[in-house]
């Protein structure tokens, strides 16, 4: 079974095994990790996901949390978790690593907060205008919601008000809603921001556009660095649920699909693509058998 441990013990574990490059030489593998519905913005996490952190930090494997949500909101979970290796925000819009992750730093970073940023998306203001010339020229009407009031903002986002507050505090992509637009005319919109390269992705009851955002070049500048401080190459391994594995999967080594169920095969290789395990979160050892698919050698 994984270990249980005091959160106290958690951050200090996970900062011990993080925060240099010494250690990471010790590494057998880097794990990209999809977090929005393991560990969700209301409601209970996933069960038994935060003694799986636990786990990877003591096997002295980083574990890189890819997530829609900005820096700001990953703040919480961060300290909560004792958290202390990069991450994708933004839906890969960009890189943030800790400070003094790495030593030598990415290409074209800059400091964000409390963060080192490595960005692959356009800053904003990109998105708001790219969102406001598409709904122009389309005629559909939508609502950015940087353009509501805290009380219209809580409504319309279902979070409350502090947590709202910090979804739209971006620096890449752009949270916005349709403002009865009928289905045939989202989705000629969605259609028009695909021929204009834009990323436009549901969230819940909201969407999210952003001018050049890539999960997977977001893996590729992390493997550039790891690589730089592991002096080799550590297999990169993509876990997540279904409907966030698409992007992050190709770019992985090897990944690991989390299903609701079980299905008659559980191992998938899609036409050029890397190896996926399928284990189901239902299973009472998920995250047992996610750990040592993680630490397997092959």
């Known amino acids: 079974m994984v270990p249980s441990h005091g ?13 240099s490059e010494t250690c990471l030489r010790q590494t057998s593998a880097i794990v990209y990790c999809a977090i929005d519905t393991l560990l969700p913005l209301r409601g209970r996490q996933v069960p038994g996901f935060d003694n799986f952190s636990i786990a990877l930090a003591q096997a002295n494997v980083p574990c890189i949390w890819i997530t829609s949500r900005t820096r700001a909101q990953i703040d919480d979970p961060f300290r909560k978790f004792g958290h202390a290796n990069p991450f994708i925000g933004e839906g890969g819009s960009a890189v943030y690593l800790p400070e003094d992750y790495f030593h030598l730093r990415g290409e074209k970073s800059e400091r964000r907060g409390r963060f080192l940023c490595i960005p692959v ?19 559909v009407p939508v609502v950015p919601l940087r353009l509501l009031s805290p009380r219209e903002l809580a409504q319309n986002s279902g979070l409350p008000q502090r947590e709202a507050e910090l979804a739209r505090q971006r620096d890449f992509d752009e949270l916005f809603f349709f403002a009865g637009a009928s289905d045939g ?20 009851v909201l969407w999210s556009l952003a001018v050049g955002a890539s999960v997977p070049q977001c893996v590729r500048h992390l493997t550039k660095l790891y690589e730089r401080a592991l002096h080799g190459h550590a297999p990169s ?49 998920v995250w047992e058998e996610v750990l040592a698919r993680i630490t397997a050698k092959n």
């Open 237 to 285: 391994i993509g876990l997540a649920p279904e409907e966030q594995a698409g992007e992050l999967f190709p770019a992985c080594d090897r990944n690991i699909l989390l299903v609701e169920e079980f299905r008659d095969e559980t191992v998938v290789r899609p036409p050029g693509g890397s190896r996926v395990k399928e284990i189901s979160l239902r299973a009472p050892d």
């Open 121 to 139: 998306a356009e800053s904003q203001p990109a998105a708001a205008e790219a969102l406001e010339t598409l709904s122009e020229e389309t005629g």
């Open 7 to 19: 959160r106290g013990a958690i951050q200090a574990k996970m900062v011990s095994h993080t925060s």
């Open 185 to 204: 005319d989202i989705q000629r919109f969605l259609k028009e921001g695909q021929k204009r390269k834009l990323q436009l992705r549901p969230q819940g």
